[in-house]
């Protein structure tokens, strides 16, 4: 197969596009050149290539049309939840390990190191 020097046109990209299309039994009225390019700039962003890497490839002359193009994943979407969900158990653990080291100083003054997880429980048996 040989490569042309010159561009493909939009129609002759589009063609293609729906001819392979119907070759996989899809609906080629439901799809089109913009697809691809929403797919892959869907793509670049969820695989963390850099914004004007992706943006210069995909000829947008502005930042705002290119994020149009950009369908957010259910994973990138969760990023924030999760981000703050691990700093959150982290902000946990911390004072809890802080709270314990509080307690086994004050045992030190008050009773003289002899502290023990016990003594945090109320029930009696």
């Given amino acids: 197969m040989e490569l042309r020097k010159e561009p493909m046109s939009y129609s002759r990209a589009s ?16 799809y089109g050149v913009n697809s691809l390019r ?4 869907s793509a670049a962003a969820a695989l963390g290539v850099p914004d004007r890497l992706f943006q210069r490839q995909g000829e947008w ?18 990023t924030v939840t999760n981000t703050i969900q691990a700093r959150e158990l982290i902000r946990h653990l911390w004072l809890n390990f802080h709270l314990v080291q509080i307690y086994q100083t004050l045992s030190d003054i008050v009773l003289g190191g002899t502290f023990s997880m016990n003594c945090v429980q109320t029930s009696r048996a």
């Fill in 61 to 78: 002359r502005s930042e705002r049309s290119k994020k149009n193009y950009i369908q957010e994943s259910m994973e990138s979407l969760l």
């Fill in 38 to 41: 929403a797919g892959g700039a």
């Fill in 15 to 30: 063609e293609l596009i729906k001819r392979e299309l119907q070759k996989e039994e899809l609906d080629p009225k439901l």
